[in-house]
T-cell receptor
Framework: GAGVSQSPSNKVTEKGKDVELRCDPI?????LYWYRQSLGQGLEFLIY????????KSGLPSDRFSAERTGGSVSTLTIQRTQQEDSAVYLC???????????????FGQGTRLTVV | AQSVTQLGSHVSVSEGALVLLRCNYS??????LFWYVQYPNQGLQLLLK??????LVKGINGFEAEFKKSETSFHLTKPSAHMSDAAEYFC????????????FGQGTILTVHP
């Protein structure tokens, strides 16, 4: 596709339920990142994929959070037993591999707004 | 470890006035620095980035930023504000050793009034 696509755009779930958030990166982008944007915490890094591997998952807040990437493309972020503090906008970004080469950049999706009630 | 401080959570300017959004960083290694803009209900868009090639970096939409190592600053400026510049702006830093792992500031909401 033309840009990073995330689905759903909005998700309301009951406390204790599991949710899956999907990210379709730009075709050919090898690197994929998940961030969380919340009122109290700002923008936080969650996890980074290079291909299907996650060399850095240091930002995942608890073991209720997990993510996978298949085929070097689509990624799913799963939150188990959701809590109210999980309410936030979850942003996905992709890039060719490095943000630090002048001609590349990370492109962000519009995010999934998760509300836990 | 890196950190970013954006001075002023809200900045208000008149259309045509200078825009100055402040960012100070902390990094134990030479940093890579970024400015992103976020319009309502949209993702982040890269405005510009500093990767040690030049201290004055020009970005999109007429924005530029200057890296000042002695002041540990990377302030964002635009000579003349436009109504369409109203958005939230984020400064971010990375140490360059971990792809895409950015530490963001808390953001500055820019309001432009006629």
């Amino acid at each position: 596709g033309a840009g990073v696509s995330q689905s759903p755009s909005n998700k309301v779930t009951e406390k204790g339920k599991d949710v899956e958030l999907r990210c379709d990166p730009i075709s050919g982008h090898t690197a994929l990142y998940w961030y969380r944007q919340s009122l109290g915490q700002g923008l936080e890094f969650l996890i980074y994929f290079q291909g299907n591997s996650a060399p850095d998952k240091s930002g995942l807040p608890s073991d209720r959070f997990s993510a996978e990437r298949t085929g070097g493309s689509v990624s799913t972020l799963t939150i188990q037993r959701t809590q109210q503090e999980d309410s936030a906008v979850y942003l996905c970004a992709s890039s060719f591999g490095s943000l630090f080469v002048v001609e590349t950049e990370a492109f962000f999706g519009q995010g999934t707004r998760l509300t836990v009630v | 470890a890196q950190s970013v401080t954006q001075l002023g959570s809200h900045v208000s300017v008149s259309e045509g006035a200078l825009v100055l959004l402040r960012c100070n960083y902390s990094s134990s290694v030479p940093p890579y620095l970024f400015w992103y803009v976020q319009y309502p209900n949209q993702g982040l868009q890269l405005l510009l980035k500093y990767t040690s090639a030049a201290t004055l970096v020009k970005g999109i939409n007429g924005f530029e930023a200057e890296f000042k190592k002695s002041e540990t600053s990377f302030h964002l400026t635009k000579p003349s504000a436009h109504m369409s510049d109203a958005a939230e702006y984020f400064c971010a830093v990375s140490d360059g050793t971990s792809y895409g792992k950015l530490t963001f500031g808390q953001g500055t909401i820019l309001t432009v009034h006629p």
